[in-house]
């Protein structure tokens, strides 16, 4: 059965006024695909709910993935844009990539790519906190983190932070992706490096989330039993997976931090973002990327197989993204600078479809020529997946009301 929405007024995805009152099940409509939903008109104002994540999890590259040397390759431009990197063939029929993301290369066919992300702001903090947001405000954080809002609407869940980040928060002179005015108890709960040999066992990992909550009845039940379950207790303790599979993702900071990304959704956690940062290479950029592209192409391609194979991408919703990407010309001290008006984005899991292609850009990958996709598209979405409403209307310490989202749009063509 599939979850719609019933509305007396002019379809929008998502208005001010569905509530989780306005689902229905309806049997009868089973037979309806997702995009035949998505651009339904009836007289009764039909438009697709269609929750199919339960959890997230968000692949941050802070400091800017270069969409030129990684999946929006221009063999045709001069040398100065194209870079040194050669386009290859990829799981899904015409689309190329880097050279140096065969293992993605595999994958491709499991996901949908986002050529066409854009916004208009080069700062690292500013941006930083208006993609984990969807909201543009100040570089210290005016509104609260999309994760902060699930771990509002969602709360504690079997025992378990709803919004847990690996290693840390992004950074860069100060934290980001914070709670804002929903205040430190929808803080991100920070699981540290889980490629550290003397990585926390899951008694401190638990007495530190203890430490966050509010009250002690979160903790215990009313017979004073713990409510945290010896399973949510071993979901960070990483060497339960056997050896192979850790090498596979990599033993690496980003590596073991998407298999404890993996552990922690399947045990509750409703949102993690991991925080792989160091791409902001303004000098000497292709030296770095030849470390740095395989290491992503490793762990990145070992996470959705891995999630695939065990039936996890099924209702886990994955996105990667950057707070921008890089200039499409290639600078004075061969590096790439800030640029926020084109970006590739990935999405896979969750009714996403796969070997999608959204949007594309301009020869020289300055700019989007189709369906240019904004920070708030994509913050829009997310909620969407797991059921929020974006315009859902939160409050601050003043008691004033705000919507959690005040633009965007549910990008449809992730399901079509």
């Not at 919004?163 to 860069?172: E, G, M």
């Not at 033993?251 to 991991?274: H, K, W």
């Not at 490793?298 to 209702?315: H, K, N, P, T, Y």
């Not at 700019?367 to 929020?388: C, E, K, M, Y």
Request: proline share 7%; with cysteine; hydrophobic share 40%.
């Amino acid at each position: 059965m599939l979850d719609i929405v019933l509305m007396n007024q002019p379809t929008r995805p998502f208005s001010a006024t569905t509530t989780r009152r306005d689902f229905l099940r309806l049997g009868s409509l089973a037979g309806l695909t997702l995009p035949a939903l998505v651009h339904s008109q009836g007289a009764a104002g039909t438009i697709p709910l269609a929750p199919r994540a339960r959890s997230v999890i968000l692949i941050f590259l802070g400091g800017g993935l270069s969409h030129l040397d990684s999946f929006d390759v221009k063999p045709e431009a001069s040398e100065d844009i194209r870079g040194p990197y050669s386009p290859i063939r990829t799981s899904v029929p015409g689309l190329t990539i880097s050279e140096k993301l065969p293992l993605m290369g595999r994958v491709m066919d499991r996901l949908t790519l986002v050529r066409s992300g854009t916004h208009d702001n080069n700062h690292h903090e500013t941006a930083t906190n208006w993609v984990l947001s969807g909201r543009l405000g100040t570089p210290f954080g005016d509104y609260p983190a999309v994760g902060a809002v699930v771990a509002h609407e969602t709360g504690l869940s079997a025992g378990m932070p709803p919004y847990v980040a690996v290693p840390r928060n992004p950074s860069y002179t100060w934290e980001l992706g914070k709670s804002a005015f929903l205040g430190p108890r929808y803080e991100a709960f920070k699981a540290g490096d889980p490629s550290q040999i003397n990585y926390p066992g899951p008694a401190a990992v638990m007495d530190q989330i203890c430490q966050r909550i509010a009250t002690s009845e979160d903790c215990h039940s009313q017979s004073q039993e713990p409510v945290i379950s010896s399973e949510a207790r071993r979901a960070f303790v990483l060497d339960q997976e056997p050896a192979w599979l850790r090498d596979r993702y990599g033993r690496t900071t980003a590596g073991q931090s998407l298999l404890l990304a993996r552990r922690l959704v399947e045990r509750g956690v409703r949102f993690v973002i991991v925080n792989y940062e160091n791409w902001d290479y303004h000098t000497r950029i292709f030296e770095n990327l030849n470390q740095k592209l395989p290491e992503f192409d490793q762990s990145v391609s070992a996470l959705i197989e891995d999630l695939d194979a065990r039936g996890s991408l099924a209702d886990t919703l994955l996105v990667v993204l950057s707070e921008f990407s890089r200039t499409p010309k290639v600078n004075k001290v061969a590096g790439r600078d800030h640029w926020a008006h084109a970006n590739s984005l990935l999405f896979a899991g969750a009714g996403v479809q796969r070997g999608g292609v959204v949007g594309k850009t301009d020869r020289h990958g300055a700019f989007p020529t189709q369906r240019p996709v904004s920070p708030a598209d994509v913050a829009f979405t997310i909620l969407t997946a797991l059921g929020i409403d974006p315009r859902k209307q939160l409050h601050l310490p003043d008691g004033r009301p705000m919507p959690i989202l005040d633009q965007g749009e549910f990008i449809h063509e992730l399901f079509t």
